[in-house]
């Protein structure tokens, strides 16, 4: 049986044209986010990411393609039908953009405003928003009395005001420090899971997709590189800008360095595995020292993940020994050629 | 004592200086009133339809923009003059306290447009941003957003056009437009009473720190910006 994701991105693309040049910002973008999950895009400055948040709520009309949300397809409708359907699309922002002069309730009670409650009706949905992100001492204050955490706790609450069924996030932890940026994030967390809301969330930071998100697509230069679930792609990145990021590594650098003598390989773990042993068995076993030159593993959802990169040993017979033994344990492994670190 | 002199010569002349003292504020109010009401609808649509405003239409922008450049560099003397006909049509004369008001709100209103474009070209973009990802029209954004959040600095901007303008009333003393500067240049230009003038001056000085006082003590009081 097939339903219908609730967002669907089809042959997205977007030019940016002045007088001299033409940016191409965003070309063949197609996506499927389904209905309830919080899905992480991720891509190096100036991948595009912004542009394709904006994109899916027209804040940017695409050049070309189109965003299906729910039964609504965006290039379709008007102004003021697109104004409307923008009154159920939160977003939040990385420099919060809350009213500077607005006091916390009056924030809140903004897109209610726009969405024309009444004022009664406004005070009342702020107070239980205050409450669900845990400043209700605050409904006085005014922005510039709060600290980063809390202004983007403000900055949630006014987004969830009007009950909407997707919340875009466009790096909204990158102006705060990383205990602040975890409560942040656990609080997306709890309202996905409370509330059944969609969470679209842009950031360049690989701890953020990991703490929080179901899938993940990989931006790079303005095209799609890759995308799954959070798990698929991270344990076994096909593209090399998946690779990049997920090793922090520069693997498809052009200017090797000559490596003297010794090989590398790269092994990852993909969740199956406790790495641990099979290392200390692996030494135990061949009798052979291996040098770990680089090791970044992560517990996602309870599992092992990452990558090691070992240094083998001279010997090339203990070398292709190392080799056989991690593969005969189903370990995933690939050789590096020019290994220049990290 | 010179000084004891300026006083006596004060107490003689109150009646005449309280009652021009009250003209040069009544110019100076009313024609402000007036002025924002132009200049408000010009200053926003100097901001909406800029090439990267809001609504571009970069027409409209370019023929906004001339115009009030143009009012704005015609000194005002000369543009009390080349008015009169209109000046006559509107209050019916073209000398006096009342006729002065359309020269300074035609000389005020692109001075004080310019004023309001910057103060809104000010307002963040990440707000009004927000604003549209909230599904706020074009009319919303601007009434609850770019002048709610630019208040602090269009206060300030007051301040500074209310001062202005007191200083052309006394301008159109030249052309018997009543008020403090028609004394001075009554007194002092004609009949070279220096003293007179010299009240009127201290007078003018007076009014002008106090609109500064109290506008500047508006504007931080209704700025939340700063805690
Ligand atoms: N309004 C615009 N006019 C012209 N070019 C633009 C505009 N907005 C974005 N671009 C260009 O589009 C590309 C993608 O920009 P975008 O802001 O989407 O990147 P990003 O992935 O969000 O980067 P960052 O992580 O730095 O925020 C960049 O090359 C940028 O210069
Ligand atoms: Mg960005």
Same mark, same amino acid.
């Not at chain 1, 499927?32 to 899916?56: E, H, P, Q, W, Y």
């Not at chain 1, 959070?230 to 690779?243: C, G, L, R």
């Given at each position: 049986m097939e339903t219908t994701p609730f967002i669907q991105i089809k042959d997205l693309q977007k030019e940016f044209i002045s007088q001299n040049n033409t940016v191409t910002a965003l070309s063949g973008i197609?996506?499927?986010?389904?209905?309830?999950?919080?899905?992480?895009?991720?891509?190096?400055?100036?991948?595009?990411?912004?542009?394709?948040?904006?994109?899916?709520?027209?804040?940017?009309?695409?050049t070309s393609g189109t965003v299906i949300i729910g039964d609504k397809d965006l290039s379709k409708l008007n102004d003021r039908e697109l104004r409307h359907v923008r009154q159920n699309i939160g977003m939040i922002f990385q420099q919060?953009?809350?009213?500077?002069?607005?006091?916390?309730?009056?924030?809140?009670?903004?897109?209610?405003?726009?969405?024309?409650?009444?004022?009664?009706e406004g005070r009342k949905r702020a107070a239980e928003l205050l409450e669900i992100v845990g400043l209700i001492d605050k409904k006085k204050a005014y922005p510039s009395q709060l600290s980063g955490g809390q202004k983007q706790r403000v900055a949630i609450a006014r987004a969830l005001a009007t009950n909407p069924q997707l919340l875009l996030c466009d790096e909204a932890t990158s102006a705060l420090d990383p205990t602040t940026t975890r409560s942040i994030l656990a609080l997306l967390k709890d309202i996905n899971k409370q509330f059944g809301i969609t969470i679209i969330i842009i950031t360049h930071e690989m701890s953020v997709v990991e703490e929080?998100?179901?899938?993940?697509?990989?931006?790079?230069?303005?095209?799609?590189?890759?995308?799954?679930?959070?798990?698929?792609?991270?344990?076994?990145?096909?593209?090399?800008?998946?690779?990049?990021?997920?090793?922090?590594?520069n693997t498809t650098s052009n200017t090797p360095i000559e490596m003297k003598g010794k090989r590398c390989i790269r092994i990852v773990f993909d969740g199956k595995s406790s790495f641990e042993p099979i290392i200390a068995n692996m030494v135990l076993d061949n009798k052979a020292l291996v040098n770990i030159l680089y090791a970044d593993t992560k517990d996602i959802k309870g599992k092992a993940y990452g990558h090691m990169v070992l240094q083998l040993p001279e010997n090339e017979v203990q070398a292709d020994k190392i080799i056989n033994y991690l593969r005969n344990k189903n370990v995933n492994v690939e050789e590096l050629i020019d290994y220049v670190g990290n | 004592m010179w000084v004891t002199d300026l006083i006596s010569l004060f107490q003689?002349?109150?009646?005449?200086?309280?009652e021009e003292t009250v003209n040069t504020l009544?110019?100076?109010?009313?024609?402000?009133f007036f002025a924002y009401i132009f200049a408000l609808p010009l200053g926003v649509a100097l901001v909406v339809t800029r090439e990267d405003g809001l609504h571009p239409m970069g027409s409209l922008y370019r023929i906004l923009d001339i115009v009030v450049n143009i009012g704005r560099s015609v000194p005002f003397l000369i543009l009390l003059v080349a008015i009169q006909p209109l000046t006559k049509l509107i209050v019916g004369k073209s000398y006096g306290s009342t006729a002065t008001i359309v020269p300074l709100v035609v000389a005020a209103t692109p001075f004080i447009a310019? $004023? =309001?474009?910057?103060?809104?070209?000010?307002?963040?973009?990440?707000?009004?941003?927000?604003?549209?990802?909230m599904g706020a029209s074009l009319f919303t954004i601007i009434f609850k957003v770019l002048i709610p959040e630019a208040r602090t600095s269009l206060m300030v901007g007051a301040t500074i056009a209310i001062g202005t303008i007191l200083g052309y009333s006394a301008m159109a003393g030249f052309a018997g437009g009543g008020g403090l500067g028609d004394i001075a240049v009554r007194y002092g230009y004609y009949r070279y009473e220096g003293e007179i003038m010299l009240i009127t001056i201290i007078l003018m000085v007076?009014?002008?720190? $106090? =609109?500064?006082?109290?506008?500047m003590k508006i504007a931080r009081k209704t700025d939340k910006r700063v805690i």
């Open positions: 197609n996506l499927n986010i389904d209905k309830g999950s919080i899905f992480g895009i991720i891509g190096m400055s100036g991948a595009g990411k912004s542009t394709l948040v904006r994109c899916i709520n027209f804040l940017e009309r695409p919060f953009n809350l009213l500077m002069q607005r006091n916390v309730e009056d924030n809140i009670c903004f897109p209610l405003e726009i969405a024309g409650y009444s004022k009664k929080i998100c179901d899938y993940v697509a990989i931006i790079d230069d303005g095209k799609l590189a890759e995308s799954g679930s959070v798990e698929d792609v991270f344990s076994n990145p096909k593209t090399e800008a998946a690779k990049r990021l997920v090793y922090h590594s | 003689e002349n109150m009646p005449m200086l309280t009544y110019m100076t109010f009313v024609s402000s310019r $004023l =309001i474009e910057s103060s809104l070209q000010e307002v963040d973009h990440g707000v009004i941003e927000a604003a549209q990802s007076v009014l002008v720190q $106090l =609109i500064q006082a109290i506008g």
